[in-house]
């Protein structure tokens, strides 16, 4: 894990979001459709804390948990920064797979949007999955991120001298076989992984979770800057209509390959 570590002490999360708010309008959106009224929230693998103090602003009890001591930092700033400490539960420095300082049962709705882009070998990402089931009350909602397979086989595709060492067909057709993507360029992406669209509600379910929907995240994700800029220059309302559009396509499960991220959408069983 520290190579996320690194990562991440590096990389401007809060501002990505910023620079990308679809992904999160979109995931927002669903969120909000399913998380019960009032109650304790887990936002673990929070980075800066971005979906954390939206909650809070809702009301929300938040507890926020990250891997990246930096990134918890950051949270704790913003929290004070916008008015917000006093709706928090508290802000851990934590692996995904080893909650610790969380007993049994303690969310109504658990939040998990990133750590299991990083955990290549399957027990881990079982394991991860398995400490936010014991954390979630019984009937508990929760929401998990993952990057879909395909998705990175296009781009690999489309722009293969950026993502080495995707470059030729047969390291692309290794990937598509074991999900298990390695940078070859130094500072880019950490060792990742990315499931099989297909892999994902059966892979939930088997750790104990009753499937609800799966909503990409972000199915433009295809477009250039050029062509989201087209958009954006048609003025604010024009705009409201392509997020409006992006949100009511983003379960369409035929969708779901082109999205650069997809929200799982659970109850705890």
Known sequence: MSSVIHYY???????????????????????????????????????????????AKEG?????????????????????????????NGFFQADARALSMVDDEQFDASIMLGPLYH???EQDRIQAVNELHRVTKRNGLVFVAFMP?????LTSLLYPEKWKPNHTI???QQ??????????????????YYFSIEDIKPFMEAQGFES???IGSNIGSFLTNEQWNYW??????????????????????????????ILYIGRKR
């Open 149 to 153: 397979r395909v998705k990175h086989i």
């Open 9 to 55: 002490n590096k990389f401007d999360e809060w501002g990505r979001l910023e620079r990308e708010p679809i992904e999160f309008q979109v995931n927002w959106h669903y969120i909000k459709k399913y998380i019960p009224k009032t109650g304790h929230i887990l936002d673990n693998g929070a980075g800066p804390g971005k979906y954390s103090m939206q909650l």
């Open 175 to 192: 990937f598509s076989q074991s999900g298990c993507f390695n940078h070859q360029d130094e500072g880019r992406f950490t060792g990742a």
């Open 232 to 261: 954006r220059d048609k003025g604010e309302q024009e705009w409201g209509k392509v997020i409006d559009l992006l949100i009511e396509k983003a379960n369409d499960p035929y969708t779901l390959g082109v999205s650069s991220h």
């Open 119 to 121: 955990l290549q070998e």
């Open 60 to 88: 929300y009890t938040v507890t926020l948990a990250d891997l990246t001591p930096r990134l918890v930092e950051i949270a704790q700033n913003k929290a004070k920064e916008l008015n917000l400490s006093g709706q928090f």
């Open 170 to 172: 047969d390291t692309i």
């Open 212 to 214: 609800i929907e799966l």
